[in-house]
């Protein structure tokens, strides 16, 4: 046990100290059948958070079920690779298990505000820390014991749950802002699909309609009013087929090493991308 000192107003003790349970994930390959659990990974997280669209499930017994199961306000944390030291705060109304990768934190709430901890852990005291811990070469990591010796400098409860309330009350306007640009992207792809996969704009001018709702009259106006056949299958008369390359410069990515505590320039990688609804998460 850590020893703990009573500043004035801070205590300072560690992670694992203030957790009641330390645990690593759940062995298992993914399916986005709906057969189980969803199945939180370390790919699934990105910069604190979750696209709950994008993340699978997975066939888990009744036992594994309650062992693995995620509660409010457990704290999982990714202990390999790359992405050692992203987490994430369990706050959905959702059936979830997590994977072997993370590690879960669960916090005594006598002990200490969860979400004021996760809010440390978003910090760049703890990307620093995390970055000196780390060890292995090929696949660099770090384990539940390390990772738990995370330090921490708690004020009284009380304003830690202040704290947190007014964060988290920022946190959710956020999430709310995500959920909109979510529906205005599907409604964004409906549009996209009906124009200018289905040609649905130029099979009604074709028809002798003179209008298309959503659309522009003067853009209406401009469209032709005909469907030919092309390398694609069809198409509106008139428009060329033609390759990406033979319109567009290209340049192949460049190897970086990512490093998390707010230095330098952001880095898009394959992992921030995200076909599904709402795009990358971040």
Known sequence: MASERQGRYCVQTTL?????????????????????????RITDIQNGSV?????????ISPSDHTKYKLERDDIVVARTGN???????????????????????????NKACPLF???CMRSATWWSFVNNSKTGSAQAGANAKVLGRFPLNLPPLS???TV???????????????????????MARAI???WFIDFEPVKAKAAGVTSFPGMPR?????????????????????????????????????AFTKHANGQGRMIIRIAELNSGPGGATK
Do not use: M
Request: glycine share 6%; aromatic share 14%; net charge negative.
């Open 16 to 40: 694992s100290d203030v957790a009641s349970e330390i645990a690593y994930g759940y062995t298992q390959s993914a399916t986005d059948q709906k057969v189980g659990p969803h199945f939180l």
């Open 51 to 59: 696209d709950w669209y994008s993340v699978p499930y997975c066939p």
């Open 83 to 109: 992405s050692t030291g992203e987490n994430f705060i369990f706050r959905a109304d959702k059936d979830v298990v997590f994977a072997s990768y993370l590690i879960r934190f669960r916090i005594d709430p």
């Open 117 to 119: 901890v996760w809010y």
């Open 159 to 161: 304003e830690q749950h």
């Open 164 to 186: 947190a309330e007014i964060l988290g009350s920022l946190d959710d306007k956020i999430e709310s802002n995500r959920r909109t640009n979510r529906t205005l992207e599907k």
């Open 192 to 194: 996209f699909k009906a």
């Open 218 to 254: 003067d853009i209406f106006d401009q469209l032709p009013d005909q469907l030919v056949e092309c390398d694609l299958g069809i198409a509106p008369q008139g428009w060329p087929v033609q390759a990406v390359a033979d319109i567009a410069e290209y340049i192949n990515g460049r």
